[in-house]
């Protein structure tokens, strides 16, 4: 938590989840905690495929655990 405030209606994206620093929603993390993750982990993230929402909720639970992301490894 930063506690910074943001403001109000300048953005209409969702903030990451890692850092809440605000993002493209069509991104799953901001720049700089998508370059925290692995490369095998990045590639696995970016295909779109019938796993992918399974992969995109192995990213949430991993952060939400309050794991480092370079822990994180997408097994499915
Ligand atoms: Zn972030």
Partial sequence: ?????????????????????????????????????TPATRRALKRHDGQALARLRQLHTHIDSGLPLADLEITS
């Fill in 1 to 37: 938590m930063t506690g910074r405030a943001t403001p109000r209606g300048a953005y209409t994206a969702s903030p990451c989840r890692a850092c809440r620093t605000p993002k493209p929603s069509r991104f799953y993390l901001c720049g700089n905690c998508w370059d925290q993750l």
